[in-house]
């Protein structure tokens, strides 16, 4: 005769730590705890699950499915002697020639924790963007991954060339290296499933997010647990957007967890002139939201030169067309230098 064991409340309790925030079946269980069909433990499982639905260990999905859900504890406020912590000292890239911040930097507040997202058209800086960034924060260790850093040589991962030249022409007035010769941050070979990669309390740059042009949706879910991953650290993710879009792909799934938006486009003729608009900051001083700035990329990508800030071109009304052609103020840009 087949003995089978004894099924006990603790034993499915213990079975579920295991499977916390995932999803599980009554089959699933009876398999790990092997309680074959036709044993008294078999229907057990089933009035030992509705309990433990009915004291929040499950949640009800569907017939014999359920969520094992992840146990919070209350976070105290104000019962005790909370640190007020200081905004994140993110320095903003800089104008080469004159050494100064981008001058919205002084109007927004980074903190840890934040999300600072950049989407791009193809070609128009955003990696110039992010490597004034990681060279401007260089002492913070940042940790850079994603699409344009790495590829696959002939004895493993090494620097993607273009990416290296740029680094090393950036090497003349950026000091990557420590005293000893080694990097000052940390490469890492990733181009997909960022969340698992992410840094904790360190500034993490991502260049870019690549996803299904049919799943763009799932953005938010990649955002969110980027937000999660970084403890009190800060992200900057960049991501492709379509000429004209005025989104990048993933739309409002991206401004849904972006505390700080960042757009980039071209800017009139020239293709080294680029249109930076912010599209959305959760925490700022000032109206910002919706300014829009210009600066010219020098130097096989490397420098941000002659950055200002523009106004709508009063000869067309943004336009950048009249009745009789293109505009003769801004020459078809749309904007001007305020």
Not at 14 to 35: A, P, S, V, Y
Not at 91 to 106: L, S, V
Not at 155 to 176: A, C, H, K, L, V
Not at 237 to 244: F, H, K, Y
């Amino acid at each position: 005769m087949t003995e089978y064991p004894q099924i006990s409340t603790q034993d499915i309790r213990e079975l579920l730590i295991g499977f916390r925030g995932q999803e599980i079946t009554l089959d699933k269980i009876r398999k790990e705890l092997q309680i074959e069909r036709g044993n008294d433990g078999f229907d057990a499982v089933r009035n030992i699950v509705f309990q433990l639905t009915e004291q929040k260990v499950l949640r009800y999905i569907s017939r014999g499915n359920y969520k094992v859900i992840t146990p919070v504890n209350p976070v105290s406020v104000f019962g005790q002697d909370r640190e007020r912590r200081p905004p994140f000292g993110l320095i903003f890239p800089r104008d080469f020639d004159t050494g100064m911040e981008m001058d919205f930097a002084n109007n927004v507040t980074i903190r840890e924790g934040d999300l600072i997202t950049i989407g791009g058209v193809k070609s128009k800086g955003k990696t110039t963007l992010m490597m004034n960034f990681c060279g401007e924060n260089i002492d913070k260790k940042p940790v850079l991954m994603g699409n344009e850093y790495t590829i696959v040589g002939e004895n493993g991962w090494e620097p993607q060339p273009r990416w290296f030249n740029r680094m090393d022409t950036m090497g003349q007035w950026i000091q990557w290296t420590d005293e000893n010769g080694q990097d000052k941050f940390t490469l890492l070979p990733v181009h997909d499933d960022y969340v698992e990669h992410i840094v904790k309390h360190r500034l993490n740059l991502i260049d870019w997010i690549n996803l299904n042009g049919e799943r763009l949706y799932e953005i938010g879910k990649v955002l969110e647990g980027v937000k999660r991953a970084e403890g009190r650290g800060v992200t900057i993710a960049a991501l492709q957007m379509g000429e004209g879009a005025g989104n990048p792909r993933g739309g409002q799934f991206v401004r849904d967890f972006s505390d700080l938006e960042l757009l980039l486009d071209g800017f009139g003729s020239n293709e080294d002139d680029i249109l930076l608009t912010i599209k959305g900051a959760k925490e700022k001083n000032a109206p910002i939201v919706g300014n829009r700035y210009s600066y010219t990329i020098k130097d096989n990508g490397t420098k941000i030169v002659n950055f200002r800030q523009l106004k709508e071109c009063h000869g067309c009304f943004g336009k950048g067309f009249t009745k009789t052609g293109k505009c003769t103020v801004c020459y078809g840009a749309k904007y001007i230098d305020k």
